[in-house]
C-alpha cells in the first residue's frame, strides 16, 4: 500500500523530497490505521468489559497522537534554511521523536494506573467472541504490516523517528496477543488475568517509549559519527598523495542529510602552498558532492627532515609504550644551541585509565629518558570520532 501511494503522490524524487514525502506518507497512514485500531478495540473492550483490551485501544490512540507528532516533524524538517536557521530544520525530525517517545511514556503510565485498579479490584469480564475476537487478530496483522512498512523506509532513510514506530509497533503486536490470550483465560479462573496483562502491555509500552527516546535524545545532544562514515572520509581524503593524513576529525549532525565536518589534513611542509591549497578544495567539492556534507579543513604542515622524522618515530613509539591507544599529531620540533622542545598533540580515548596529568608526565620522563636535551611539551585531547 506504502508502495502504491509512495507512486501515486510523490513528485519530487530528490534525497530530500523522498525523505520529507516518505515521512509525511508513514505519519498520515499511521494516523489513520492507528485510529480505526482504536476504535475497534475500544468495540471489543465494551463487548468484554476487558480493561486490557481499553488499554490497548487507549494504547492505539497515543499511537494515532505519535504518528500526526511525526509526521509534523517530517513536514517541519523538510523546510529550507532561512535567515534565523542557516543549517535548515532537520534536526525537527528529532524533536517530533522525542515528542512521540513523551506521549509514548504518558500513555503507559496512565495504563499502569488502569491496571493496577483492576488487579486491586476485579471485576467481571466476558471471553473475546466472535466480533472482538477477530478485530483483535486483525489489529495483530495491521501492526505487523506497520512495523514491516516503518522499519523497511526507517532504514532506507536512516530515520530514528520510523524505527521507533516500527520496534512500537511490534510491541503492539505482543501486547494485543497478551490481551487476547488472557482474556480467553479469564473465563477458567477468577484470577485478575486481565488486569496483570494490562500491567504487561503496560510495560511493552514504557519500554518501547524508553528505547524512542534514546534513539532521539542523543542525536539531539550530539553522538560520534558511525565508522562507516569516517572510513568514507579518510578513504577519499587519502586518495590525494598531497595529503599524507588526517586528525581531529569533527562531524556536527543538523539533521539527517545535512552534516558539517572538518578535520585537520598534513601536508608537506616543503611543498607549494597554492598547490596544497588545490589539493583541499578539491577534497571539500569531491566530499560535497559524494557524501553531501559541508567540509572545512585546516593544512597542518609537517616538516619531513630527518631529525624531525626520526623525532616523531620515537616519541610515537613512546606513545605505544605507555599504551597503544595514544595517538600522536601536529609534531612539531624547536631546536636552540643546548635544548630541543618537541611540541605534539596526544590523543587518548575517553574514560582513559590515565587522567590527562598522568599521560603528560609520562611523556615528559620518557622524553628525558630518551634525550636529556629533549622537553616535552605535550596537548592531551579526546578524539570526536
Excluded at 107 to 119: C, D, N, P, Q, W
Aim: glycine content about 8%; hydrophobic content about 45%.
Amino acid at each position: 500500500m506504502i508502495t502504491l501511494l509512495s507512486r501515486l503522490f510523490l513528485r519530487d524524487r530528490t534525497e530530500e523530497g523522498l525523505r520529507k514525502g516518505c515521512g509525511i506518507l508513514c505519519g498520515a497512514v499511521g494516523v489513520g490505521l492507528n485510529l480505526l485500531l482504536a476504535l475497534g478495540k475500544l468495540l471489543a473492550g465494551l463487548m468484554s468489559g476487558s480493561i486490557a483490551m481499553l488499554a490497548d485501544a487507549a494504547n492505539n490512540l497515543s499511537d494515532a497522537g505519535s504518528s500526526f507528532v511525526s509526521l509534523l516533524g517530517f513536514l517541519l524538517a523538510g523546510q529550507k534554511p532561512d535567515l534565523h536557521h542557516p543549517f535548515g530544520h532537520g534536526r525537527m525530525e528529532y524533536l517530533a521523536g522525542l515528542g512521540v517517545s513523551v506521549l509514548i511514556l504518558l500513555m503507559g503510565a496512565e495504563l499502569v494506573k488502569s491496571s493496577l485498579t483492576r488487579i486491586l479490584h476485579p471485576a467481571p469480564m466476558e471471553s473475546p467472541v466472535g466480533t472482538a475476537a477477530l478485530i483483535l487478530l486483525a489489529s495483530i496483522g495491521v501492526k505487523l504490516y506497520m512495523a514491516y512498512y516503518n522499519r523497511r523506509i526507517g532504514k532506507k532513510l536512516n530515520s530514528a523517528v520510523l524505527l521507533a514506530a516500527a520496534s512500537d509497533s511490534l510491541g503492539d503486536c505482543a501486547a494485543t496477543a497478551v490481551v487476547l490470550l488472557s482474556s480467553a483465560a479469564g473465563r477458567y479462573t477468577d484470577l485478575p488475568l486481565d488486569g496483570w496483562a494490562g500491567l504487561l502491555v503496560a510495560g511493552v509500552i514504557l519500554w518501547s517509549g524508553v528505547q524512542a527516546m534514546r534513539s532521539t535524545v542523543d542525536p539531539l545532544l550530539g553522538t560520534p559519527p558511525s565508522p562507516e562514515f569516517v572510513a568514507q572520509i579518510k578513504d577519499h581524503v587519502l586518495n590525494h598523495s598531497d595529503i599524507l593524513g588526517i586528525h581531529d576529525l569533527i562531524v556536527h549532525d543538523y539533521g539527517p542529510g545535512r552534516r558539517m565536518v572538518s578535520f585537520h589534513a598534513e601536508v608537506s611542509a616543503e611543498q607549494d602552498v597554492l598547490t596544497l591549497h588545490d589539493a583541499v578544495d578539491r577534497v571539500e567539492r569531491e566530499l560535497r558532492a559524494d557524501l553531501g556534507c559541508e567540509v572545512v579543513i585546516h593544512m597542518d604542515p609537517l616538516a619531513s627532515d630527518s631529525q624531525t622524522k626520526d623525532f616523531r618515530q620515537r616519541v610515537e613509539s613512546l606513545a605505544r609504550c605507555i599504551d597503544s591507544e595514544i595517538g600522536v599529531h601536529d609534531f612539531r620540533m624547536v631546536p636552540s644551541q643546548n635544548h630541543i622542545k618537541l611540541i605534539f598533540d596526544a590523543v587518548v580515548p575517553f574514560r582513559f585509565r590515565l587522567s590527562d596529568q598522568e599521560v603528560e608526565e609520562k611523556f615528559q620522563t620518557a622524553v628525558r629518558a630518551l634525550d636529556s636535551r629533549c622537553e616535552a611539551i605535550v596537548n592531551v585531547e579526546r578524539s570526536y570520532t
